[in-house]
């Protein structure tokens, strides 16, 4: 559910700055020759974890991790603990940026070349977002191409080159360039027309923009950067679309998408919401997933729809964006009190206050980091759930979990998951596919028997 990290914040955020992507086709094998990485044949289940009666959960569990080598979960482990580190530098990373903004009144000097252009003050919201978003995005540069970039082909995860993961991130700067502009002049007019209760009125339009977000994401915004196709293999669709009628999901087409140009993960999602939701597949997930692997994951997928997750997501995050912007009233009045003289900010409808809000949101959303992932963890939990009862495909499911190990921890101390990860982790999904098993024996023993 990439979706979700859109969400927070999204009245400020709203992508202001550019992800990590890029595009690399890969190349498709010769004539007749089957892919290393093709679609298997059937699903291997290792010998414990073969239904019988003597089929115990742990044994199970453990029987799947250790099919994992030492030296992929050494991999996978120091790259995901790695990430704890980088979410405190992006953190500090862009205070320091914020800070200097502010420090040495460049926000000032950006908002006065503004108002020299031009004296209507939706344009000059306008102009001071293309030349923060540009300033920003130059000074974030070092991290994120490291981040983004020279990290992933570092670990293996990533298949383009240099020069087309640049091109993606001006797309992507252009993306933000458009959306944010829109963004911020809707925002400072609020502010400057209702000097009193902008937290109020910012807080609604903010949660307006999350909805529209969400709704154009998946028709407007994700195509510029992959091409999405209905995929048409009976072989896949044929059961993916009789779980989503069995289920009451109307659907009739499957989208794919061809992350492999970015990208070696495999994951599929869940995005929009009413007339825009789409089921999509990445086709990496569609290579080496084994059929009941596909059939588990796109029971989570259906999961997060039959379940209203999105739905419950928008309303979650509509209050963290109103508790939000409460103590960003308090924090903003506090600041300019004290600081705003000296960095030559006029008030709070000054548009060389956004440094100011981004250093406070930045804040907010560190501190709030295990909170959100729990949110997120357990919404996934709940999914797990549904897709596992109505796929019934636990080896699916747990052969998805160790695919995903390879950039996830797969066996997290209980603090550790908590703090870090907003998916279930592997070891934990693996052990709740195979206590599904466990209960439902009846249902493979006839198999095995054949």
């Not at 006029?346 to 959100?372: E, H, K, N, Q, W």
């Amino acid at each position: 559910m990439n979706y979700r990290k859109t969400l927070v914040l999204a009245c400020l955020a709203l992508a202001l700055f550019p992800g990590a992507r890029g595009s690399q086709a890969q190349q498709p094998p010769g004539p007749g020759a089957k892919p290393a990485t093709a679609m298997p044949d059937e699903i291997p289940i290792p010998l414990a974890a073969q239904p019988s009666n003597q089929f115990n959960v742990e044994a199970a569990t453990e029987a799947y991790l250790d099919e994992i080598p030492a030296s992929a979960r050494a991999k996978s482990d120091d790259y995901f603990e790695s990430g704890y580190w980088l979410i405190l530098w992006d953190f500090l990373y862009g205070a320091v940026i914020y800070l200097l903004l502010l420090h040495f009144r460049w926000s000032a000097m950006m908002r006065n070349l503004a108002e020299r252009i031009t004296r209507f003050k939706p344009l000059q919201t306008l102009i001071y977002w293309v030349e923060f978003l540009i300033v920003t995005t130059v000074l974030g540069a070092p991290l994120a191409i490291y981040e983004g970039y020279f990290r992933e082909r570092q670990y293996g995860l990533a298949t383009q080159t240099f020069g087309p993961w640049m091109s993606e991130q001006f797309e992507m700067l252009l993306v933000n360039l458009v959306i944010g502009s829109i963004a911020m002049m809707v925002l400072f007019g609020v502010v400057r027309r209702v000097p009193r209760t902008w937290w109020i009125w910012g807080a609604i339009v903010s949660m307006c923009f999350l909805v529209f977000l969400v709704m154009i994401g998946p028709v407007f915004v994700f195509p510029i950067f992959n091409k999405f196709t209905v995929l048409d293999d009976p072989r896949v669709t044929k059961p993916i679309l009789s779980l989503a009628h069995a289920n009451g999901i109307t659907a009739d087409k499957v989208y794919e998408m061809d992350a492999s140009r970015q990208t070696t993960r495999m994951s599929a999602n869940v995005s929009g919401f009413g007339s825009t939701m789409r089921i999509t597949l990445n086709d990496n997930l569609l290579r080496r997933g084994s059929p009941e692997e596909i059939q588990s994951v796109m029971g989570h997928e259906m999961g997060h729809f039959v379940l209203h997750h999105i739905g419950r997501d928008l309303l979650y995050f509509s209050v963290v964006i109103f508790i939000f912007f409460a103590l960003l009233r308090w924090s903003l009045e506090s600041a300019l009190a004290r600081w705003g003289e000296r960095w030559q900010i006029r008030g709070i409808g000054d548009t060389a206050v956004l440094p100011l809000v981004l250093l406070f949101g930045s804040v907010f959303a560190f501190v709030y980091t295990p909170f959100i992932n729990t949110h997120i963890r357990m919404n996934e939990y709940e999914a797990d759930m549904y897709g596992l009862n109505a796929s019934r495909q636990p080896d699916g499911f747990a052969r998805a979990a160790i695919h995903l190990g390879e950039y996830r921890k797969m066996s997290p101390g209980p603090v550790e998951e908590w703090v870090f990860f907003d998916h279930p982790s592997g070891r934990n999904r693996i052990r709740a596919a195979m206590r599904w098993k466990a209960e439902n024996l009846s249902l493979f023993v006839p198999k095995a028997a054949q």
